[in-house]
């Protein structure tokens, strides 16, 4: 492999890393904070997916507007879902989070079918962005998929800043480390809360729209990312929003070379790098909170 | 059984979290025969002490030693299989067994072939004679075939001490066994205390002074992870250190 | 003695009558099919297929009236050997049709083969079911995943390819068509220099395709389907070697995802047993039917599900509706030329249709025919005892 | 502890009907009901691990696979597999990568262990799809059923019925034993807390690995059946909505009792089939994931302690009766928790 490949690989590593990092990190802040295991997690990217195809004949088909739409939709409805569902889940054993959210996933699947329908779509990337940079003599690299990384480069800056400059960062830093604490505090949990799921929401909706120009919508899709963002959540450590952050980039490396260097086992690889980690760090990278 | 003899010790225990020193060299013995009682503010080091001789934490520095062997590096299980028992602030009983089975249950770890299964384990020799030696040290005598769950806190304290004593324990470590007591409850329990002595050595880590100062034979004041006094009762109360330091306060 | 005639006798007729019995009755169709998940669309088309035939055939199939029995296969293998031994013991349906998941098809192909009850298959091209498992009652109505693989092998190297890299899924059927693909090529002269491989179901295809970047083969041959095929298509594109890397796929890639591809799959060269603006009376008059009997158009399943239904209604003409004369079904089906919308075609001995494959370019949102790629391909039916 | 006999005689009279069934079912019920037994396998091995050591394994359907696959690539291709040695490899090749997973997920808690158990069963999962070794995603045959010389044969569906009832029983009376076994009342002190455990001088690790393994063990003997039955293997025998379906099952018959498990199968199955029903749903039955998923929300919101609670649950709805025992029971729980 020449060098300008070996860096357009990595630029393609790093790209689906960030896109990891989006979804995932809406799940360990839920998890970190809250403490709610939330399957019906990758269901929100697939909302957000299909967000950006049936939103977008409202918002006249100019996409910035969509995901605008989006994103506010996103926080109503993680607010709503919170208040209407996930509140009931906070003195639930783990076990029953499970079942119920994996039972949410298969209502999210089926009001999706129902609304519109089973068919694959394309979402076209909007006309600003669709130029592509040309990278050594054969292949070029899309503006789009640049605009993706900066979108989940500055979210994860603009994250870090609000969790570590902020006073909501420090509660939802603290919450996650020791929830009886931040109730001693006099902060209020269920607002607090509240703002943390709807953030994860938004956070996986947003993942979901900006990628729907790149990897279409489709049914299912919610499912495929939700298993490997288990794999970065535990990698980085349950509730550690850098954790998160390296994971989600480790992964997209092993799977980007993964599938060029060694194809067979490809599919195997992230789970193999998993169980080391693990023999290692039981518990991931990073602790909570960091 | 020589009354007098060191039963656990820590030397110069240290524990560090980062950069918060927890325990600063802290030193302790138990004898047997003897009541030792650790006390201090919120934060002093107590529960984290307990927890290192108990071998639930490593300590950053230091060596614990049980019935003369370097336990440092045991796990908790091995130090309890060794003569090592320990009650928790909360109640760590089972509340949906019976008091008998809580018991027996604890003094199962003792068994020598755990894998058995084909084995009813309630017809087990051993476990069920160190149940029952266990409740009647315990008094818990009539309440042996009540589910646990139902009984009041005060039995709760006592059925943990009962299940502490049926895994044969040399040592007991006991944390806050008072918490949460009405007076007549405290007094049963003190009496227990009393008795078991005896033929074991006891490290209390307790909250309630008026108790500490009547039963113990050995008092151990600690300050910000650090020893500032260990003495008896009587010479504990007239120490100035402990008067500004603790008991100023108090 | 006599007594023994008189039983004989009395069982004969009632068989007959048993028999007579069920012509009359209608002739219970299990349409095993995909309601949810990624295949459900397909199920959709298949079924609409089948029922526009039937509806057209008056209601009927080889005589008798129709009723329908629906069960959601959910693409799932661990549950089809009692989903279909639902159909058939339970709903006692007399044929069974489907379906589009290959795991699913062959779990159902060994129920078909034991029971010996009639199975068509509308869509999974697995090389087992027409192989290994095989049988006089199980029929298939689309193509086998090699033939469209090996029709665009033929075209490649005719069209002067050298060397050429092929991508798909690490599954069945991506495999199956790639060999098909390569032993076409090869053939004629060509070299495979790379198979590149993405776990299924995964669509994160950037990876591989700088890898293609890497390796300038004259073309790429894909094989996707669905979801898969919407984005690698359009990452392709984005990844600028649609100009430079020419993309060959198997039908597929570029069947019912055109407009779901925005654009970005225009003027894609592939291979497939169906096109659009076929030029056969057929066709013509199945798409103005299913435009309005279902307001949308149809594709190469809804082509599938019609013939799927068609076999049936030949085989069991010659069998005058009697579902249990297989050999008789069997024999009519693999006699008949059947008159297809894709073009006329015939059964091979194993049951897999021996088929023009058409070489067609996307235009807009059809699949335009430019071509005949290879006349009357067969599929060896490797493994196939019949 | 001491076995109660209200539920010995219940648990006696399921596999009393069991045993009657064929008397009056169908070919297709006989199959179904076949079928239900292999799950009731599976959910019990499970229940070992979630109900009775409170180890929330998602990954339960990859030993199942494993023991499925192992019993598909170890028979010989053109002729049929002893079941003498393919049954003991088929299990014995589950209860290794049990003890391979177990020992690495096991150093891990709570919903630790949840996700990582479940990242071991896609591992598995990938490895049976991916490599040549499984026959990728179309999955694989057996071509001739094991049998036990001549006077077994399991291809015969009644005989496959009363052997896989055979090994549910067998597997039902095992795991009663064993409950009750010390290793058993290990795991329930281990369940109910650890730190006692510990502080009484269990060292649990390996009391927890051999739940792990014996678990594993039996969902290989279910794959076995299962394949037994169908002759055929696939991937997605290791999904992931397997174990969640087999989640659903035991929580669904009452979570921490063996009989709850024996239930939940049958009750889950039905409730599937209910769903899928056309003649119940007509057009609609097409949508019944969504059915589906609203039962499982509401049965575990409303009905935590599964079917097994359900009398105690509708004498305090319809009675506002609660048995006092009961309440100062969960009094304590909560103070456990506090």
């Not at chain 1, 860096?7 to 995932?24: E, F, K, M």
């Not at chain 1, 739409?69 to 993680?78: K, P, S």
């Not at chain 2, 440092?72 to 008998?100: E, K, M």
């Not at chain 3, 091979?348 to 949102?365: C, F, M, T, V, W």
Request: a negative charge; hydrophobic letters at 50%; glycine letters at 10%.
């Amino acid at each position: 492999m020449d060098f300008s490949i070996f860096l357009i690989q990595l630029l393609n590593a790093l790209q689906y890393g960030l896109l990891l990092y989006l979804v995932a990190m809406g799940l360990t802040l839920i998890f970190g904070i809250m403490g709610i295991i939330n399957l019906a997690h990758g269901s929100f990217y697939m909302i957000g997916a299909y967000m950006a195809y049936a939103l977008a004949p409202l918002a006249g088909g100019n996409f910035f507007i969509t995901l605008v739409f989006g994103l506010v939709l996103a926080v109503i409805l993680g607010y709503l879902l919170e208040w209407a569902f996930f509140s009931f889940l906070y003195e639930r054993e783990h076990l029953q989070q499970v079942l119920m959210t994996y039972g949410l996933i298969l209502v999210f699947e089926e009001i999706r079918s129902l609304l519109v329908g089973d068919d694959v779509h394309g979402v076209p990337i909007p006309a600003l962005l669709s130029g592509s940079i040309p990278l050594g003599d054969v292949m070029t690299y899309p503006v789009y998929r640049l605009f993706v990384s900066g979108v989940c480069l500055l979210l994860a800056l603009g994250l870090y800043f609000v969790f570590t400059r902020t006073r909501l960062g420090m509660m939802i830093r603290a919450g996650s480390v020791n929830r009886e604490m931040v109730q001693s505090l006099g902060i209020d949990i269920q607002f607090l809360y509240r703002v943390v799921f709807a953030a994860g929401v938004a956070l996986a909706v947003l993942a979901g729209m900006i990628a729907a120009p790149i990897s279409s919508v489709y049914p299912g899709m919610g499912n495929q990312i939700l298993i490997i963002c288990f794999v970065v959540v535990v990698i980085g450590g349950i509730g550690s929003i850098r954790g998160a952050f390296f994971a989600a980039l480790l992964i997209g490396l092993v799977d980007t070379f993964g599938k060029v260097w060694l194809p067979e086992a490809s599919g195997v690889l992230v789970y193999v790098l998993m169980a080391l980690i693990l023999l290692w760090k039981p518990s991931g990278l990073f602790k909570a909170g960091g | 059984m020589n009354q007098g003899e060191v039963l656990l010790s820590g030397q110069n225990i240290t524990q560090r979290w980062g950069g918060l020193v927890a325990l600063d060299k802290v030193s302790v013995e138990i004898e047997r025969g003897e009541l030792h009682a650790v006390i201090g503010t919120n934060g002093a080091g107590k529960s984290t002490l307990i927890n290192i001789l108990s071998g639930e934490l490593k300590p950053t520095e230091g060596q614990v030693t049980l019935l003369d062997q370097d336990v440092t590096h045991w796990s908790q299980p091995r130090r309890a299989r060794n003569g090592l028992g320990r009650s928790y602030q909360r109640n760590t009983i089972f509340p949906d067994f019976s008091v008998f089975e809580n018991c027996r249950l604890a003094a199962q770890a003792q068994v020598q072939r755990p894998w058995v299964w084909w084995n009813n384990s309630q017809k087990c020799q051993l476990s069920s004679t160190n149940a029952r030696n266990g409740i009647r040290l315990a008094g818990l005598e009539a309440f042996s075939d009540q589910v646990a769950g139902p009984l009041s806190h005060g039995q709760k304290r006592q059925l943990e001490v009962a299940m502490c004593l049926a895994t044969n324990p040399q040592v007991l470590l006991l944390d806050e066994p008072l918490a949460g007591m009405g007076a007549e409850e405290t007094e049963r329990m003190l009496a227990l205390l009393g008795q078991l002595k005896a033929g074991h050595g006891i490290l209390l880590v307790e909250h309630d002074m008026d108790a500490v100062f009547r039963i113990a034979d050995r008092i151990t004041v600690m300050v910000n992870g650090s020893v500032i006094a260990s003495d008896t009762p009587d010479n504990i109360r007239t120490n100035p250190a402990v008067q500004t330091a603790y008991l100023g306060d108090h | 003695m006599k007594r023994l005639q008189t039983t004989l006798l009395a069982a004969a007729l009632l068989g007959t009558s048993a028999a007579s019995m069920a012509e009359d009755a209608a002739l219970k169709v299990g349409l095993m099919l995909p309601a949810t998940g990624t295949y459900a669309q397909l199920g959709t088309a298949i079924e609409n297929g089948f029922k526009l035939y039937v509806d057209q055939a008056g209601g009927k199939l080889g005589g008798r009236g129709v009723e329908y029995v629906k069960l959601d296969d959910e693409s799932d293998p661990a549950k089809a050997t009692d989903n279909i031994n639902k159909l058939i013991k339970s709903d006692k349906v007399d044929v069974v049709v489907g379906t589009v998941h290959s795991g699913v098809a062959a779990a159902m192909a060994k129920v078909a083969k034991q029971t010996g009850t009639l199975l068509v298959v509308p869509n999974a091209g697995s090389a087992m079911i027409t192989g290994p498992m095989c049988a006089p009652n199980i029929f298939r109505s689309s193509f086998s995943n090699r033939q469209p693989g090996f029709a665009m092998g033929k075209v490649a190297a005719e069209k002067g390819y050298k060397k050429v890299a092929t991508i798909t899924w690490k599954y069945g059927a991506g495999e199956e068509s790639v060999g098909g693909f390569k032993e076409a090529f090869e053939a004629d002269g060509g070299e495979v220099v790379k198979e590149l491989y993405v776990p299924f179901p995964n669509v994160e295809f950037q990876a591989l395709l700088t890898e293609i970047a890497a390796l300038k083969p004259d073309a790429v041959y894909s094989f996707f389907a669905g979801a898969g095929a919407v984005k690698f298509v359009k990452d392709y594109k984005a990844a600028g070697l649609m100009d430079s890397i020419p993309l060959l796929g198997a039908g597929f890639l570029t069947d019912g995802t055109l407009k779901a591809q925005g654009g970005d799959g225009e003027g894609l060269l592939t291979t497939l047993h169906y096109a659009d603006e076929l030029d056969n009376e057929t066709d013509k008059a199945f798409r103005k039917a299913y435009s309005e009997a279902f307001d949308t158009v149809p594709d190469v399943y809804a082509v599938q599900g019609f013939d799927a239904a068609q076999i049936l209604d030949i085989g069991l003409q010659a069998a005058g509706g009697d579902v249990s004369k297989t050999a008789d079904i069997a024999a009519a089906v693999e006699a008949t030329e059947i008159d297809s919308p894709r073009g006329k075609f015939t059964l091979s001995r194993a049951h897999n249709p021996i088929q023009d494959i058409y070489l067609r370019e996307a235009k807009g949102e059809e699949n335009v025919v430019i071509g005949v790629a290879v006349e009357k391909l067969d599929d060896p039916a490797k493994g196939c005892r019949l | 502890m001491g076995i109660d006999k209200g539920k010995a005689v219940f648990v006696g009279l399921i596999f009393l009907a069991l045993a009657l069934y064929p008397l009056v079912g169908d070919s297709y019920g006989i199959g179904l009901i076949n079928k239900v037994m292999i799950y009731a396998i599976l959910a019990l091995s499970l229940e070992l691990l979630v109900g009775s050591t409170g180890l929330i394994c998602f990954g339960q359907a990859a030993f199942f696979g494993i023991g499925a696959y192992a019993a598909v690539l170890l028979s010989p291709e053109d002729a049929a597999a002893s079941i003498w040695l393919l049954l003991p490899a088929c299990v014995l090749a589950a209860a290794l990568y049990a003890l391979f997973v177990g020992a690495l997920s096991l150093r891990t808690k709570g919903v630790y262990f949840i996700m990582v158990t479940l990242a071991f069963a896609q591992m598995a999962y990938y490895v049976v799809h991916d490599t040549a070794l499984g026959g990728g995603s179309d999955g694989i045959y057996l071509y001739y059923v094991p049998g036990m010389d001549t006077w077994l044969d399991l291809g015969k569906p009644l005989i496959l019925y009363f052997f896989t009832l055979l090994f549910l029983v067998w597997t039902f009376v095992f795991l009663a034993i064993l409950l009750r076994s010390h290793l058993g009342r290990a795991l329930a002190g281990i369940r109910i807390n650890e730190q006692r455990m510990l502080a009484s001088g269990f060292t649990t690790y390996p009391y927890k690995l051999a739940a792990f393994v014996t678990s594993g063990g039996i969902a290989g003997l279910a794959g076995f059946l299962f394949v037994v039955q169908d002759g055929f293997v696939n991937p997605e025998m290791l999904s992931w909505h397997l174990s969640g379906s087999l989640l659903m099952m035991i929580i669904l018959g009452g979570l921490g009792h063996l009989r709850g498990a024996l239930i939940g199968a049958f009750a889950f199955v039905f409730l599937q089939e209910f769903f899928k029903s056309t003649a119940i749903f007509g057009d609609f039955a097409k949508h019944w994931h969504l059915g589906l998923g609203l039962t499982i929300i509401l049965s575990v919101a409303i009905l935590p302690k599964g079917l097994i609670g359900l009398p105690e649950w509708v004498q305090m709805r319809l009675f506002g009766y609660r048995n006092p025992r009961q309440v100062e029971r969960a009094d304590a729980r909560e103070d456990r928790h506090s």
